[in-house]
């Protein structure tokens, strides 16, 4: 079992109500949500759009996620990045 799988199996026993930290609901999300894009994140979490975007770019720095891929955003219709776990 890899650090990764470790990781996803310790997020996804977690409700995101318990969690305080950004960096750490920003994680919970990617690692259960369905291509979760920095929007999709911030709607999900109710955490300011900056600060989602530089909690996930602190994470993909480090390795922790990485870029998915892309899709449409359904408000915005704009191609957005989604993230997954790396």
């Known amino acids: 079992m ?3 799988d470790t990781s996803r199996m310790a997020y996804e026993s977690l ?4 969690i305080t ?9 990617v690692a259960n949500a ?4 920095n929007a999709d ?9 900056s600060s989602v975007c530089a909690r996930v770019n602190e994470l993909c720095q ?3 996620i990485e870029r998915g891929g892309v899709k449409i ?11 997954r776990l790396a």
């Open 62 to 64: 480090e390795g922790i």
């Open 41 to 49: 994140i911030e709607r999900l979490t109710g955490i300011r759009l």
């Open 2 to 4: 890899t650090v990764s």
């Open 15 to 18: 409700d995101l109500s318990t």
């Open 34 to 37: 369905t291509h979760p894009s």
């Open 73 to 83: 955003d359904p408000f915005t219709k704009k191609t957005v990045s989604w993230w």
């Open 21 to 29: 930290r950004v960096r750490d609901k920003v994680l919970f999300i």
